[in-house]
């Protein structure tokens, strides 16, 4: 049912090329997640699915159906605003009704629709009141809800969580994803938090100026991040990458490891440094180490438990087996 | 360092500001106050403030002499008519601007504000004998599209400077949930722009209501307002000073009456977009 392919496309701002020419498919029923750093095109990518932007030149198929030159209404989606774009003159139930009542449905449908609709999203005690009176998470509550009540094909959300504070942003992170499994429609979804992407996504489009840099699962990404950049993007804290004679050494220009792949010692190991800045949050504690000869800082996951101070000597040993190599393309060497 | 609000620098303050308010009240007092003297004591020297004897005649003879209401009608028409009609016609005009500009879009509004800075004496020509062949001279319709037109880009320029306060992305929204072109004016930009649809109405309603070029210049008998009315109290017959307040007093009395009643919404209006 919500199958969504986009061939070629291309956008264009005058004569500002802000998307080359770019294929992808999301499957019908799938959760993909467009990540990437501010300025990278994900959501103008999404404003191109949605058709609040034109495509400069391509074709975008919704169910098969050629829908590039079909206005926005038309296209059976919905969509969810960072700035929720709630109508401020209505209340709740008329914000989520309006979207049934353009479609022209009656009275008694639109009813049973909105008390449903506010019923799975926890809104029936707010239905009258307006959008001013009601918190953030509740706002983006009901910006879902106007989304779910036309029972769309596909739903687009342009980084719905990024104006919550970091409480509620769990919190409406697992709603969406719940939502997403109980309703089981193709959800496309833009962030620049990685770690939204890969909790919620079973596919994540990694996006940079303009160009898929790789598509894959969210473990796919992490373990074979294809280039430096989604090595770099994918993965918190960052991989660490370090060229020189350590990456020569592996065959490699530039060499990779993750944080959580390095073990700490205060007496042995393969790699010697200086403990800069901890950083502990009672699970893990992460901590940033210098003078290695290896990179300018490298960072380095560690048990709760551990405790190293600032000025620290350490060692560090590197799992081999789960060290990441590029050549000077910056393209993964497999 | 924030400014210290002493008792005294209080009270500074708010004696200039009742100064000034004052004195550009005056000249309106004075019509006002004029207008219950006789004509002997209107032209008394030195001048009659507030201890004369208050009389009701002037009012008297100018309703005996003219007929206040039929003006009256014709300026409460000629003023409403220009001003609905204009904001039917700027309310999409400004839409396209404020959310769909182009590369022309500045150019546009800037073009039909300069249209303002023409003196108008400059196309009295031209539009009185067009309006003698169209057979609009001295009708209330030639005068509500005279003032409509006249009036039309202060009117798109305050409806653009609230509509550019409007989140887009609401917009967008109303389109993704099916709303079409009209419907997505009609019940999501216009009712979300309504106190400045508002005070643009009285603004404008306002000006069409004390514009004295045109409507003494189109008009003869039939669909003069009110400011043909006072007009015709200032000459022919020597200065006749309290009769002239009176008639005076008579044509503003009812936007003063609006104004005083609507002033928050005008305030507003007009320092909408001043400030974020």
Not at chain 1, 52 to 76: M, Y
Not at chain 1, 167 to 178: C, K, N, Q, T
Not at chain 1, 185 to 201: I, P, R, S
């Amino acid at each position: 049912m919500g199958q969504i392919v986009l061939n070629k496309v291309q956008k264009k701002f005058d004569d500002v090329e802000v998307i080359p020419p770019l294929d992808l498919t999301i499957e019908d029923g799938e959760f993909a997640v467009f990540v990437g750093p501010s300025g990278c095109g994900k959501s103008t990518l999404l404003r191109l699915i949605a058709g609040l932007e034109d495509v400069t030149s391509g074709s975008i198929q919704i169910n098969g159906r050629e829908s590039s030159d079909i206005p926005p209404a038309k296209r059976g989606l919905s969509m969810v605003f960072q700035s929720y774009a709630l109508y401020p003159h209505m209340s709740v139930r008329k914000n989520i009704a309006f979207p049934l009542r353009m479609a022209k449905l009656d009275k008694a449908e639109i009813k049973s629709r909105v008390e449903n609709a506010a019923a799975v999203l926890n809104l029936t005690d707010y239905l009258d009141r307006r959008p001013g009176q009601l918190s953030g998470g509740q706002r983006q509550r009901v910006a879902i809800g106007r989304a779910i009540v036309r029972e769309p094909s596909a739903f687009l959300f342009d980084e719905p969580l990024s104006n919550l504070d970091a409480a509620l942003r769990v919190g409406m992170r697992l709603e969406i994803s719940e939502l997403h499994k109980r309703l089981d429609t193709t959800m496309v979804y833009v962030t620049h938090d990685q770690v939204e992407a890969m909790t919620m996504a079973d596919k994540i489009v990694v996006l940079n100026a303009g160009v898929i840099e790789q598509v894959g699962s969210p473990l796919d990404l992490y373990h074979n991040p294809k280039n430096t950049f989604v090595a770099g993007f994918i993965g918190s804290p960052k991989m660490n990458l370090m060229t020189g004679e350590v990456a020569e050494k592996a065959g490699a220009q530039t060499l990779g490891v993750r944080p959580e792949h390095i073990a700490v010692s205060d007496s042995a190991g393969e790699w010697s440094g200086v403990v800069g800045v901890s950083e502990h949050l009672g699970s893990d504690s992460f901590f940033h180490i210098h003078e290695t000869g290896l990179a300018e800082t490298i960072t380095v996951r560690a048990d709760g438990e551990v405790n190293f101070k600032h000025g620290d000597q350490i060692f560090l040993t590197p799992r081999t087996d789960m060290m990441h190599k590029f050549d000077g393309g910056g393209n993964r060497i497999v | 360092m924030a400014r210290a609000t002493t008792k005294t620098r209080k009270a500074v303050v708010t004696i200039a500001a009742w100064m000034i308010g004052l004195t550009i009240f005056f000249p309106i007092l004075w019509t006002i106050l004029t207008s219950f003297k006789t004509e002997g004591q209107a032209i008394n020297d030195p001048p009659l403030f507030f201890f004369f004897d208050w009389t009701l005649e002037n009012y008297a003879i100018v309703q005996e002499r003219s007929n206040y209401m039929r003006f009256l009608w014709n300026s409460i028409i000629i003023a409403g008519g220009s001003t609905v009609l204009g904001i039917i016609i700027a309310v999409p005009a400004a839409w396209s601007m404020a959310f769909v500009p182009s590369k022309r879009t500045k150019d546009i509004l800037l073009w039909m504000l300069s249209t303002k800075m023409l003196p108008a004496v400059g196309v009295l020509y031209p539009i009185y004998l067009m309006f003698i062949k169209l057979g609009l001279l001295d009708t209330r319709i030639g005068l509500v599209i005279v003032l409509m037109l006249i009036n039309m880009p202060i009117i798109v320029w305050m409806l653009y400077t609230y509509f550019r306060e409007i989140p887009a992305e609401i917009l967008e929204a109303a389109r993704m949930d099916g709303a079409s072109l009209r419907s997505e004016i009609l019940y999501v930009l216009t009712p979300m722009a309504i106190p400045g649809i508002a005070s643009t109405l009285l603004l404008n309603f306002i000006l069409a209501w004390n514009e004295a070029f045109w409507t003494l210049n189109l008009t003869a008998a039939k669909a003069a307002p009110l400011t043909a009315f006072i007009a015709s109290y200032s000459s022919p017959e020597g200065l006749f000073f309290a009769k002239l307040s009176a008639a005076s007093t008579m044509a503003i009395a009812p936007i003063l009456i609006l104004g005083w009643f609507s002033q928050k919404q005008l305030v507003r209006g007009l320092t909408f977009g001043a400030v974020k």
